[in-house]
């Protein structure tokens, strides 16, 4: 080699090993996804996976050069703390995450806040819906819902259509808050709720609970169960033992005609009125190419439907808060920028975290359930803008 030609190696090595060093090196910014991946609930886990695939695949994550995500998945089961509290703690400890994401069920949820407050590890939850979670950890921003927020509005409609209701949920935080809200709004618009009862989660045998409810003979059944199986078991019941042509109209938040399960319900979920603040049916062009980009993905009878939704806007908070901090993620930094987080182009409509409870502000949608081309669909027929958690609105000093 000629002294030239070696002086030229050696720089060319040391200029690549300045960059390595400097600004352009690679960034590695790791997410801990908790997530259902196995086990009789894991269809709302698909929900949360297929989002977050999509999401990366079609090059949503906007990330400045040299910045990646690293997204380590661990699976929960289902409802199990215990094992949800044991992933944090390795995904934390072991793996160094930056963020931690994902969470379809409550319990899970609260055994996580915890974790995320002793690491100041920002929790990004894409599911977990009761309305005290986020006040469990200043390190959580929620990106999904509360069932205040649906079954509150649902309370206030329904005392103008029905004398009187039963209540029944599924025996859990969501349930509870389920049944709280509906009772408190219809109660107060004049509405009688004259039976109520909890069922234990997950349950596929709703007989004798709806049994109890033929007895009764209320004007409307309102129920919470779980999205998912849990759904298409209670329709299923509803539709055996005779509900609606015993004259009782089924309500609730829209977690019980999840749009996933639409097709595995038969003709019983035509005319269910429900509150919630999404639909796949959504006339929202966002909407429309989302769901276009999911079945051009996952097949032409695939349906995002809530769950999706939740994970594919909480994608988009975590990669807008790694690229605001240029991939050197600090938790309370990032827990100021998710505080105030918009977008006004989501799926769903516009949506922003309320900067003083850290929790989402959305939609609601009064929707029916009807048959479209064939095909079952919550169709969108009022909207309710821009509502934040009622449970926190009251609780509110
Ligand atoms: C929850 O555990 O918070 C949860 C699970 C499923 C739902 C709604 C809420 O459909």
Not at 301 to 310: L, Q, T
Request: aromatic share 8%; hydrophobic share 40%.
């Amino acid at each position: 080699m000629t002294i030239r030609k070696s002086f030229i190696a050696a720089a060319t090595a040391a200029l690549c090993g300045a960059m390595i060093a400097g600004p352009l090196a690679a960034q590695t910014v790791k997410v801990g996804l908790i997530n259902t991946y196995s086990g009789p609930m894991a269809s709302n886990g698909d929900q949360i996976e297929k989002a977050i695939n999509l999401f990366m695949k079609l090059g949503q994550c906007k990330l400045p050069p040299g910045v990646n995500l690293e997204i380590i998945k661990r699976d929960d089961t289902g409802i199990n703390p215990e094992t949800a509290k044991r992933l944090a703690t390795e995904l934390i400890v072991r793996d160094k995450v930056q963020l931690l994401t994902g969470v379809v069920w409550t319990p899970n949820a609260l055994s996580i806040a915890p974790l995320a407050t002793e690491a100041k590890v920002p929790f990004v939850i894409m599911n977990a819906g009761t309305a005290m979670i986020t006040e469990r950890s200043p390190y959580i921003a929620r990106t999904s819902f509360t069932l205040w927020q649906s079954s509150y509005p649902m309370g206030t409609w329904a005392a103008k259509k029905f004398k009187t209701a039963y209540v029944a949920v599924a025996d859990f935080g969501p349930g509870h808050d389920a049944q709280e809200a509906f009772t408190k709004a219809f109660t107060a618009g004049g509405g009688k709720v004259i039976g109520t009862v909890r069922m234990p989660p997950p349950t596929s045998d709703f007989a004798p609970f709806l049994q109890r409810v033929k007895d009764a003979k209320p004007d409307a059944l309102f129920v919470f169960v779980p999205a998912g199986k849990s759904a298409t078991a209670l329709i299923k019941g509803f539709g055996d033992l005779g509900l609606a042509q015993a004259g009782i109209k089924l309500i609730g938040p829209g977690d019980i005609v999840t749009d996933e399960e639409l097709p595995n319900m038969g003709d019983v979920p035509i005319g269910v009125m429900t509150m919630f603040h999404y639909s796949a049916a959504g006339e929202r062009p966002a909407n429309k190419s989302f769901v276009a980009a999911y079945q051009k993905e996952y097949g032409p009878n695939a349906w995002p439907n809530f769950i999706s939704v939740g994970a594919w806007d909480g994608m988009q908070a975590i990669c807008d808060v790694v690229r605001a901090q240029n991939g050197k993620v600090d938790g309370d930094k990032t827990m100021l920028l998710l505080r105030g987080w918009k977008n006004p182009n989501s799926p769903r409509g516009p949506i922003e975290i309320d900067p003083r409870t850290r929790d989402i502000v959305q939609n609601e949608y009064i929707r029916e359930t009807r048959k479209v081309g064939g095909i079952l669909k919550n169709v969108e027929l009022e909207t309710i803008p821009m509502v934040k958690d009622p449970w926190k609105e009251f609780s509110q000093k």
